[in-house]
């Protein structure tokens, strides 16, 4: 674990961010992933850089940015559920997932979050979240999150959230 000599700063981006802090961030997402329990193709997680503004700008959409020093070290990523049409057809698929009063316009979906591997443990994960959930006007959170370890799942509850269930299998169209 590294040593946080200095504070950790969290920015809020509403809709847009500078592409530095984005080459930042595709560079933090690519190590997040690219390693185990994960292992996707850095290659793949590159892309994070063409579709992740557009889920920014999109209506509910929010960035937020820990930094340290200079450099992002963590970040999550929001827009609203009425924006992502593959995970309103996944919660549609669950039963229990959500009550069907509660439209999607009211109904956040945190799409992704990652913390340098070397500041895991200091509640910054926790914190990027915090500020992407808090003055929201929709009234309700979802982690779009696929098979995590059991270690991340633990957290989760931690902070409160409760699962859903599993995913049921679709091919996507």
Not at 78 to 95: K, N
Not at 137 to 145: I, K, R, S
Request: with cysteine.
């Amino acid at each position: 674990m590294t040593r946080v000599d200095g504070a950790v700063s969290y920015v809020r981006f509403e809709h847009v961010a500078p592409d530095e802090t984005w080459a930042e961030i595709a560079d933090l997402f690519v190590s997040s992933f690219a390693a185990a329990p994960y292992n996707e193709s850095p290659s793949d997680l590159q892309s994070i850089t063409q579709w992740a503004p557009d889920q920014l700008a999109s209506p509910g959409g929010r960035l937020v940015a820990a930094g340290h020093d200079g450099h992002v070290i963590g970040f999550a990523l929001s827009q609203r559920l009425d924006q992502d049409i593959s995970w309103q057809r996944r919660l549609d698929a669950m039963p229990t997932a959500r009550d069907a009063a509660i439209t999607p316009s009211r109904i956040v979906i945190v799409q992704e979050l990652a913390v340098d591997e070397r500041f895991r443990g200091r509640g910054i994960a926790k914190q990027c979240i915090r500020e992407l959930l808090s003055d929201r006007t929709e009234h309700h959170a979802v982690l779009g999150v696929f098979g995590q370890t059991p270690q991340v799942r633990e957290m989760y509850t931690r902070w409160g959230f409760q699962s859903l269930g599993p995913l049921p299998f679709t091919a996507e169209p």
